[in-house]
């Protein structure tokens, strides 16, 4: 019973110790200045940092700083990495919880970095038959902490003013969906009430994705038709994207998510 109890208090020092470690390292790291040519390469290369208020940018500021620190970037397929495709990459990443914490990215470790499109293999299963093959991709995201990005799109989708999409985004709302251990649509949620308004205007929402986008242009990409994990991803960018079209045509899904990421990006479009 003792060496149990002996083992129980050092797995919680540990945990603690590591709790406390990394809480009081990005509070160093988020306290020191953000160097003048990363502010520069954002305003030029990135457009959503321009509608940013003053005290959202900071916080964006901030936590690129603390993902810079954590985060590996690894070049694929002879991609050379560097410094302004790492900081645009972590600013994205940021903005997604420049409202919340970053440690929401507690589980993240690395991104990887193609130079094109890539192939990835895949399996389709019907019935007791199973099919092999590859499937293009310009990006992923993996529960065990891995964003997977193709820069020629991430460069593209961030500089365009009038962009919908945003592939970064994308797979890195994908991150936060997946902190629960399943990638299902619904990242965690504060209460029970959230929880349950998010089920039943997630669900409405999808399902009138799914029987419009067969018809008629949605303020929403289609494929977030495909299941409720895409539908988050493609209404995050929208939500950051278009927010003040998905306002007008979504208002409880807004308000949903809104309330998820506390911030309403569609009055940062009203200010600019």
């Known amino acids: 019973m003792l060496y149990f109890l002996g083992v129980v208090a050092l797995i919680a020092l540990a945990a603690y110790r590591l709790f406390f470690y990394r809480g009081h390292r990005r509070a160093q790291v988020a306290a020191r200045d953000f160097p003048d040519q990363w502010r520069q390469l954002l305003q030029a290369e990135m457009a959503l940092y321009g509608r940013l208020t003053e005290p959202v940018r900071q916080r964006v500021e901030s936590g690129t700083l603390i993902l810079l620190d954590e985060l590996d970037f690894y070049g694929c397929n002879g991609l ?69 990005l193709v820069w020629p799109s991430v460069a593209e989708d961030a500089a365009d003013p009038h962009a919908r999409n945003n592939v970064t985004l994308h797979e890195f709302a994908h991150q936060l969906d997946q902190l629960d251990g399943a990638s299902d649509g619904a990242p965690p949620l504060r209460s029970r009430r959230q929880s349950q308004d998010w089920q039943a205007v997630f669900s409405d929402a999808w399902n009138r994705l799914k029987r419009d986008a067969e018809w008629r242009d949605t303020v929403l990409d289609p494929y977030g038709a495909t299941d409720p994990a895409e539908f988050f991803a493609v209404a995050t960018e929208a939500f950051f994207c278009t927010p003040e079209a998905l306002r007008e045509s979504e208002p409880d899904l807004y308000r949903c998510l809104a309330d998820f990421y506390q911030l309403s990006p569609a009055d940062w479009a009203a200010r600019t």
């Open 80 to 148: 050379e990495v560097t410094e302004p495709m790492r900081v645009l990459i972590a600013a994205h990443g940021a903005l997604l919880v420049s409202g919340l914490s970053p440690g929401y990215y507690d589980s993240l470790r690395a991104v990887l970095l193609y130079p094109d499109v890539y192939r990835a293999p895949i399996e389709h299963h019907e019935d007791m038959v199973v099919t092999e093959g590859e499937d293009s991709r310009l990006g992923e995201s993996w529960g065990e902490g891995r964003v997977i």
